[in-house]
Every structure is written in structure tokens, then in C-alpha cells.
């Protein structure tokens, strides 16, 4: 049964920083094509960022280019988002997703390829 749980999220001011992490079990990871989705309310779930099996290839929501970062450990079986210079429009609930599918980064902006989700952890960010 594969499994992801996200954990990271808090309250955070304006300009600060965060990271989330993404435990990963029930599957081999370094076979999945990882993601970062977040939800606000009222709002659809959008894309933040995926990396590679391999982790050498990235891709980034132009909202977060540039602030955010993600990063995978494929012996610890963890995916990580390193969130900087954060805004209140950050604000959301932040999910974890995992995809056995191949890498096309147009493909992996939307939710539909992903196979596996984490529940989420809540970020805010106060002005």
C-alpha cells in the first residue's frame, strides 16, 4: 500500500521560509515522477513544482520559480520543498503526489497523471 505524508507546514510572516517533506513507503520510489500541488480555499488544486525519477530534471509553477525548491533523496525515500521568500498568496494546503508515468513536464502540471497523494499540510503565511 503506498503511502505519502507530508510534514513541514506552519505559520510562517512574510518573507520567511519553510520546508516541506514527503515520506514516501509501499512502493519503489525511485521509480516514481514526484510532485507538489497545493490547494487554497475556494481554489483548485494547482501545480508547484515535479523532479525526475533521477532528480537531475525539475520543473516549477511560474509562481514559485525562482523561491521554491524541490529535491528528492532516493535512499531516504523523501521528496522535499524548500519554500523562500514566502508571500501570503503561498498560503494553502500543500500535497505531496507520486507518478509512475513518464516525464513530460507539460503533462505533470495537472493533477490527472499523478497516481498516489498525501493528505496534505497546511501552509500560511501572514502579511
Same mark, same amino acid.
Given at each position: 500500500q503506498v503511502q505519502l505524508v507530508e510534514s513541514g507546514g506552519?505559520?510562517?510572516?512574510?518573507g520567511g521560509s519553510l520546508r516541506l517533506s514527503c515520506a514516501f513507503s509501499g512502493h519503489t520510489f525511485?521509480?516514481? %515522477?514526484? !510532485?507538489?500541488?497545493?490547494?487554497?480555499? !475556494?481554489?483548485?488544486r494547482e501545480f508547484?513544482?515535479? %523532479?525526475?525519477?533521477?532528480?537531475?530534471?525539475?520543473v516549477y509553477a511560474d509562481s514559485v520559480k525562482g523561491r521554491f525548491t524541490i529535491?528528492?533523496?532516493?535512499?531516504k525515500n523523501t521528496v522535499t520543498l524548500q519554500?523562500?521568500?514566502?508571500?501570503s498568496e503561498d498560503?494553502? %494546503?500543500?500535497?505531496?503526489?507520486?507518478?509512475?508515468?513518464?516525464? %513530460?513536464?507539460?503533462?505533470?502540471?495537472?493533477t490527472e497523471p499523478y497516481d498516489y497523494?498525501?493528505?496534505?499540510?497546511?501552509?500560511?503565511?501572514s502579511s
Open positions: 506552519g505559520l510562517v510572516q512574510a525511485s521509480t516514481c %515522477i514526484m !510532485g507538489w500541488f497545493r490547494q487554497a480555499p !475556494g481554489k483548485e508547484v513544482a515535479a %523532479i525526475i525519477r533521477s532528480g537531475v530534471s525539475t529535491s528528492r533523496d532516493n535512499a519554500m523562500n521568500s514566502l508571500k498560503t494553502a %494546503i500543500y500535497y505531496c503526489a507520486a507518478d509512475l508515468g513518464p516525464w %513530460i513536464p507539460v503533462r505533470l502540471t495537472t497523494w498525501g493528505q496534505g499540510t497546511q501552509v500560511t503565511v
